[in-house]
């Protein structure tokens, strides 16, 4: 947080506010800025990190942490921590589907889809989106010592309609002008392309934590045309520890894990899957269980993701109307193509392994950044993105039928229009449905919007022309006009946002933001301390019982009683810089304890083996 | 409800493209074209200016899409091609000057084919599918090289009329108009045939997507 120390010349003026492009990712997320004409990911947390876990815990006391230290609560609060909310973006209360392991609470009754946390009421996955971002957003104010308005969010490419609706409310919600949404793939070429200058067709292969994205895209001297895209934006990272963990449940018999357990399995499914990519077999314990995991069972384990990766990457060929050979570099981008099986999957679709030039973790969120700068409108650099719909966009028809519209991979922005007729004499309205999907049967499809034209005069059947007018702008979203043609009855129809949220409602939660927006940069880093306090206490208290013998009595005395000043501070103090204080010297008077905590362990493990093994 | 797609577009595709309206027009040329006017029209090239005219560029970004999806696909294309000419096979309201029937033994392939699909897919056959979406790839492929072949001709025809014609005003010596509207009827009945196929394949895409998820 070096920008906070940072003095600068009042003479000066302000430098402009940069807009920020945001990666809002499943599992985890990033910033990044471009600043003198280079973009990069900003630290986003005290230990220098870029990387926040897309994780909020929301506590009794109505505080709201977000990321690392959000994660560390979600051992001691599974319930209250929420974490891949992405996974549930725009989906509905039916949609839900609670995956064997996940603690999420449903909240009880009617109504959008919202988990129940302690201290308040339940929240919907676009309010806790809201929160990361948010969160980034204050970050990058922090490392960059200026406001920040505008950002460009990256969603899922094959996100669709509900889905990107709701993250462009969730950016609203947090203060932000959403730019616009860009797909995760098309961020990623854009990152790419730019720094090796290589043109031709390539490939986007964006495996992260919670989706999974394919994007054939064409770089031509600055245009980057998206040819085809195609995925599933519910496959991930996420869901190989889940199959771990499943496995795992299975082969010790398991039944019925409680919260506090099925948390500790995932981190450690997680744990193995990350150690297996390192190496080639890993000792697992968990409770009295234990097993010994090798490269094979994990292959075994995650194999039925491999046909429908496998699926989309050809369907995305397909559409692209290219063969694998056609295809110049597979480049590689979320931290699940960091997995040796994943990149074994890459090269058995595409005849060839797959690249990382940029790290496949920070690619998304420079691309964003440096559409951000792009659009921002200052330059003139002659760099176009052109991007498509992932999926069909259509109305049923008699008989539940689906009649598309745009066909999917159809360039954005995009149009298109449809006339319909009555079939009843003096039929005075119609219903229109607009839905998106691929399938035949428009209940097979998302249904966007449900909508009734009113005030068609008595005509005999066939006679009303009704025109429906689809719109789909830079960011992929969706507008729909109707119109009787003989008498000129419009309407315009508000896609109705599936997440739940009425227009009115998400316009009071901006306003009660703003208001709240100074003092939430206080109380968060407050608690922060506070969460690190708690467990530097808990910790040493831990250990002092643990090791007592490494202590002398003098030293056990001086050391409990600046763990109850630290205690009795963090009760009455307000001041997170105090307590960050009091923190450090804590440890530090702990410093010597420690040490020979280590040195002991080191002789224990080393007693019971021979030297040779070291 | 009944639907029945709306009339022309006001500018032709291949206007905007400032080429001839041709059935096999030069796709690099088509693609240099597109990349150029998106990069001078498209409402991102146009951050700084001001809303009437960003509006503007989103309308005219919006057609350029639109009309270069429709030229670069060999089928779409085709299908333009024939409204051009004046047989538009998406209204289904207007009628057409002939009988919009494929033959009898074509239709009774089509459904000896579409029962082995949908057996396939229910026994779970992926390869027997794969094996039908490629049958029918070429079919559809034979049905539209036949369909443009009849369009190059009704094209020609178009542009000897043209030709002729504003010279003075009754073309005498002129091609027959009615070796013109047979070369029509035949490339919209290859088309109809593309239709099913097109059909067709749609299906086998969504049985095998089935499988697969």
Redesign the interface.
């Known amino acids: 947080m070096s920008g906070l120390l940072q003095i600068r010349d009042p003479q000066k003026p302000l430098p402009p506010a940069p807009a920020i492009g945001v990666d809002l990712g499943t599992t985890h997320s990033l910033v990044a800025v471009v600043t003198q004409g280079k973009p990069s990911c900003l630290v986003v947390d005290e230990d220098n990190s870029q990387v926040l876990p897309s994780v909020v815990h929301y506590s009794a006391n109505g505080s709201v942490v977000v990321g690392k230290y959000a994660k560390q609560l979600a051992f001691q609060f599974p319930e209250d921590t929420l974490a891949s909310v992405k996974r549930f973006m725009g989906k509905s209360r039916s949609e839900f589907e609670a995956k064997r392991l996940a603690s999420y609470r449903l909240a009880p009754g009617e109504g959008p889809l919202a988990f129940q946390v302690s201290g308040g009421p339940a929240v919907t996955p676009l309010e806790v989106s809201a929160e990361i971002l948010r969160a980034l957003k204050q970050r990058a104010h922090a490392a960059l010592s200026s406001k920040i308005t505008q950002a460009v969010i990256s969603v899922p490419a094959y996100f669709d309609n509900a889905q990107r609706q709701a993250t462009q409310d969730a950016g609203r919600l947090a203060g932000l002008e959403v730019l616009r949404l860009i797909n995760e793939p098309t961020a990623a070429a854009l990152a790419y392309g730019l720094q090796s200058k290589k043109q031709g067709c390539f490939a986007v292969f964006d495996l992260g934590g919670g989706t999974f994205d394919i994007s054939i895209l064409k770089l031509?001297?600055?245009?980057f045309?998206v040819k085809a895209t195609a995925g599933d934006s519910a496959l991930g990272g996420d869901d190989f520890d889940l199959s771990i963990a499943c496995a795992l449940l299975e082969k010790w018999n398991i039944e019925n894990p409680t919260p506090l357990q099925r948390q500790a399995l995932l981190s450690a499914a997680r744990q193995l899957k990350e150690q297996l990519s390192q190496e080639t077999s890993v000792d697992i314990c968990f409770e009295e269980h234990s097993a010994t995991v090798v490269r094979d069972d994990l292959k075994q384990w995650i194999e039925p993701f491999f046909?429908?990766i496998?699926?989309a990457c050809k369907?995305a060929l397909k559409d692209a109307g290219l063969a694998e050979g056609e295809i110049q570099e597979v480049v590689l981008v979320g931290g699940s193509t960091r997995m040796p099986e994943v990149q074994h999957w890459v090269e058995k679709i595409f005849g060839k392994p797959g690249l990382w030039e940029v790290d496949p973790e920070k690619v998304v969120a420079l691309g964003a950044a440096i559409q951000a700068h792009?659009?921002?409108?200052?330059h003139d650099a002659?760099v176009?993105?052109?991007d498509v719909i992932p999926l069909s966009l259509g109305?049923?028809?008699?008989g539940g039928m689906t009649?598309k519209l745009l066909p999917r991979n159809?360039?954005?922005?995009?149009?298109a229009?449809?006339?319909?007729?009555t079939?009843k004499d003096g039929q005075s309205g119609?219903?229109i449905h607009v839905v998106q999907g691929?399938?035949?049967s428009a209940k097979d499809c998302r249904s966007l919007a449900k909508f009734h034209l009113k005030g068609i005069p008595p005509m005999a059947a066939?006679l009303a022309?009704v025109?429906v007018r689809f719109?789909v702008?830079?960011n992929g979203l969706l507008s729909v006009e109707a119109q009787e043609l003989g008498t000129g009855i419009q309407q315009e129809v508000a896609i109705q946002p599936s997440h739940g949220l009425s227009e009115e409602t998400i316009e009071r939660m901006i306003k009660a933001s703003i208001v709240h927006a100074q003092e939430d940069i206080f109380s968060r880093l407050l608690i922060e301390q506070q969460i690190e306090a708690r467990r530097v206490l808990a910790e040493l208290h831990k250990q002092m019982k643990a090791h007592a013998d490494l202590l002398s009595a003098e030293e056990a005395t001086s050391l409990w009683e600046a763990s109850k000043q630290l205690e009795a501070l963090l009760e009455t103090t307000q001041e997170a810089a105090k307590l960050r204080q009091a923190v450090l010297a804590l440890d530090n008077q702990a410093k010597g304890f420690v040490e020979r905590i280590m040195n002991h362990s080191i002789q224990s493990v080393l007693q019971g083996h021979s030297m040779t093994e070291f | 409800?009944?639907?029945?797609?709306?009339s022309a577009a006001s500018t032709s595709f291949f206007e905007l493209f400032h080429i001839e309206p041709s059935v096999d027009p030069e796709l690099p040329l088509l693609?240099a074209t597109y990349?150029e006017l998106?990069?001078k029209l498209?409402?991102?090239?146009n951050?700084?200016a001001d809303l009437k005219t960003r509006l503007h560029a989103?309308e005219q970004?919006?057609q350029l899409?639109?009309a270069?999806?429709t030229l670069l696909s060999p089928e779409r294309r085709a299908f333009y091609l024939l409204k051009i000419c004046g047989v538009d096979l998406d209204d289904k309201?207007s009628a057409l000057p002939f009988t919009a029937q494929p033959p009898p033994a074509f239709l009774s392939y089509v459904l000896e084919l579409r029962e082995e699909l949908h057996k396939a897919f229910s026994q779970r056959q992926a390869d027997t599918l794969q094996n039908l979406e490629r049958l029918a790839k070429e079919a559809l492929q034979k049905e539209l090289e036949e369909a443009c072949r009849h369009l190059r001709s009704c094209l020609l025809h178009r542009a000897e009329l043209s030709r002729l014609q504003p010279q003075g005003g009754e073309a005498k010596a002129s091609p027959s108009p009615a070796t013109g509207a047979k070369e029509l009827q035949q490339a919209a009945a290859h088309l109809l045939c593309v239709r099913y196929w097109q059909r067709f394949l749609?299906?086998a895409?969504?049985f095998?997507?089935e499988l697969?998820?």
Do not use: W
């Open positions: 031509t001297e600055g245009i045309e046909k429908r496998n699926f369907r792009l659009l921002c409108g200052t002659e176009l993105l052109l109305l049923e028809t008699m009649e159809s360039t954005i922005p995009a149009r229009t449809q006339t319909f007729t079939f119609m219903e691929e399938r035949e066939g022309r025109e719109a702008d830079a | 409800m009944d639907a029945v797609k709306a693609e990349y998106s990069l498209h409402p991102d090239c951050t700084g989103l970004t919006t899409n639109e270069y999806a309201h749609k299906d895409e969504l095998q997507e697969f998820s």
